[in-house]
């Protein structure tokens, strides 16, 4: 291994040293009350060093969200290869593959539902904005194809694949972030996965032809 190479891995070990850092602070603090310094001393890192990874909070905090996108492209590509399924099949792997977004990390996804219409993004590198809009539209894009496959069998009803997908998405991201607002009520009380899985069959009839 090459000097240029180690260093590489070394920078790529602490950038993640700080991501996991400062999820542990957002968790425990939230966005607002986090700061880069309380993140440093979860990391036992200088606040001087975090810098020289991330411009400020907000940057760190969209980082977090852009691995929750890549790992939602990932399962999504997964469903893209998957070409001898049905329709129906496939808006089930569908299905699967955003519950597993949200298992992967829930506390990310919600901070990414938030993040997509907040004032942050206006602090975020041009850079890092365009990787977010990338892996966003990559991500609807892979949806709209389940749709644009069952309006082609003539299983689902003819509208915009897009329209279709976005709503899919709208209906995911707002039933996480309403079970989650609830818990302020009831912390005991979880019913998520049978109020998507409710949403999801609505949503199936609704669509199909």
Known sequence: ?????????ERE???QQIMVAARRVFSA??????TMEDIAKEAELSPGTLYLY????????ASLSLRMLQFLNIRLEELEQKRTLSVEKKFHVLKKALYDVYDFDPLVLINMFHLQSSETLKNLSDELIQEIKTLSRKSLRSMAHVFEEGIKEKRFI???PTAMADSLWALFSGIVLWEESK???????NYLKPTLDLA?????????A
Do not use: A, P, T, Y
Request: charged residues 50%.
């Open 183 to 189: 818990k302020i009520i009831d912390d005991n009380k």
């Open 200 to 208: 999801f069959e609505i949503f199936w009839r609704g669509v199909c």
């Open 13 to 15: 070990r602490r950038r």
């Open 1 to 9: 291994m090459g000097i240029q190479e180690r260093k590489e891995r």
């Open 29 to 34: 603090k939230g966005l607002e009350k986090s």
């Open 158 to 160: 003819e509208r915009h």
């Open 54 to 61: 991330f411009r400020n909070k907000d940057e760190l905090f």
